[in-house]
T-cell receptor
Framework: SAVISQKPSRDICQRGTSLTIQCQVD?????MFWYRQQPGQSLTLIAT?????????ESGFVIDKFPISRPNLTFSTLTVSNMSPEDSSIYLC??????????FGQGTRLTVV | AQSVTQLDSQVPVFEEAPVELRCNYS??????LFWYVQYPNQGLQLLLK??????LVKGINGFEAEFNKSQTSFHLRKPSVHISDTAEYFC??????????FGTGTRLQVTL
């Protein structure tokens, strides 16, 4: 299994600002993902973080709004840019080693005011 | 592409009663199946997984699930629930080696 550390665990931000969320895995993993979970909802995949190249975004998500970095096999960041109250959500980092299950961080609870 | 349907958004149950949370999936290729649990203000924790082999899979906290290929189902069961099982449960599917697709979740509410 993999242990994922995500920070910050929560934040309250002013609209128009940006927040960068960090995700650290305790072992090398092949795939890392970023999800959004709005209150009372399921998980929506934002993008796949690719090591050494641009992230692969899902429909409805764009790089300008959610820039992602993955400089190595154990670390990734997600930035939520130019935030609005609609961006208030839980953001979850996930990692998969090989072809099996995904492991999750504890999430970042973001409130935009 | 794969999809997952969790038929029940909420399941209320009394403590020590049995429970079944339903999950159906759709895929044109072979898949792996998973159940995750999310406690309040927490990330997701893997309960159990089906990759291959025996269709009855046992997981943590006394949960089990049965893979039924003909009915494309992967229902989660527990013979006797506890208050501490109150949480959100997500069924997920992945085509071999790809990203997970999640269902909409089932809220299990256990009461005395």
């Amino acid at each position: 299994s993999a242990v994922i550390s995500q920070k910050p665990s929560r934040d309250i931000c002013q609209r128009g600002t940006s927040l960068t969320i960090q995700c650290q895995v305790d072992s090398q993993v092949t795939m890392m993902f970023w999800y959004r979970q709005q209150p009372g909802q399921s998980l929506t995949l934002i993008a796949t973080a690719n090591q050494g190249s641009e992230a692969t975004y899902e429909s409805g998500f764009v790089i300008d709004k959610f820039p992602i970095s993955r400089p190595n096999l154990t670390f990734s960041t997600l930035t939520v840019s130019n935030m609005s109250p609609e961006d208030s959500s839980i953001y979850l980092c996930s990692a998969q080693a090989g072809n099996t299950e995904a492991f999750f961080g504890q999430g970042t609870r973001l409130t935009v005011v | 592409a794969q999809s997952v349907t969790q038929l029940d958004s909420q399941v209320p149950v009394f403590e020590e009663a049995p429970v079944e949370l339903r999950c159906n999936y759709s895929s044109s290729v072979s898949v792996y199946l998973f159940w995750y649990v999310q406690y309040p203000n927490q990330g997701l924790q893997l309960l159990l997984k089906y990759l291959s082999g025996s269709t009855l899979v046992k997981g943590i906290n006394g949960f089990e699930a049965e893979f039924n290929k003909s009915q494309t189902s992967f229902h989660l069961r527990k013979p006797s629930v506890h208050i501490s099982d109150t949480a959100e449960y997500f069924c997920a599917v992945s085509a071999l080696g790809s990203k997970l697709t999640f269902g909409t979740g089932t809220r299990l509410q256990v009461t005395l």
